[in-house]
C-alpha cells in the first residue's frame, strides 16, 4: 500500500493486525502489571462509550434498514469513536481534569482488539456499515491474484 495504490492484500493486511496485536498485547500486560490500582468502573466506561456511541447507533439503524444504506453521521460517529486520535484526546482530557491512571488503557485495549482480533478498521461510506464483500473488492481480489506483477513495470 502506498499513496498511489491505497488498497490492502491479504498479507499487508496480516501484517497490520499483527502490528496491531502486538500492541494489544502490551497493554493487555500493562493492564495485568497494574490490576489492583484499575479503578474498574472507570475502565469499563471507557471501554464501553466507544461503541455505545460509536458502534450501536450504526449497528441498529443498519438492521432497521436491512441491506440497506444507513446515513453517514453513523459512519462517522464510528470512525471518530474507534480512532486513536480521538481516544488520545480522551485519555489526555481525563489525565488532565482526573487524573493520569491505569483505567485508561481499556481504550487501547478496546481499538486495537478491534483492530487485531477482528479485523475492524474505520468504516469508508461506500461500503456496508456491518461487514459484507463489496463487489468491487470482490473483483479486485480475483483481478489482482491474477495479474502478472513485474517489479518497476
Do not use: C
Request: aromatic fraction near 14%; proline fraction near 5%; avoid cysteine.
Amino acid at each position: 500500500m502506498d499513496a498511489k495504490n491505497r488498497f490492502e492484500t491479504r498479507t499487508t493486511f496480516l501484517l497490520s493486525r499483527a502490528e496491531w496485536f502486538a500492541f494489544l498485547v502490551t497493554s493487555l500486560v500493562l493492564a495485568y502489571q497494574h490490576l489492583s490500582e484499575i479503578r474498574w468502573p472507570v475502565f469499563i466506561a471507557m471501554f464501553t462509550v466507544i461503541d455505545l456511541i460509536g458502534y450501536l447507533p450504526g449497528a441498529l439503524a443498519h438492521r432497521r434498514r436491512g441491506a440497506g444504506r444507513v446515513p453517514r453521521g453513523y459512519y462517522v460517529a464510528y470512525n471518530t469513536m474507534h480512532s486513536l486520535v480521538t481516544a488520545g484526546a480522551v485519555a489526555g482530557l481525563w489525565a488532565l481534569l482526573v487524573r493520569p491512571e491505569w483505567a485508561l488503557l481499556a481504550l487501547p485495549i478496546h481499538l486495537m482488539g478491534d483492530r487485531a482480533l477482528f479485523g475492524n478498521t474505520f468504516k469508508p461510506f461506500g461500503v456496508s456499515f456491518e461487514p459484507s464483500e463489496h463487489p468491487a473488492h470482490f473483483r479486485f481480489q480475483r483481478q489482482y491474484g491474477e495479474a502478472e506483477h513485474v517489479v518497476g513495470a
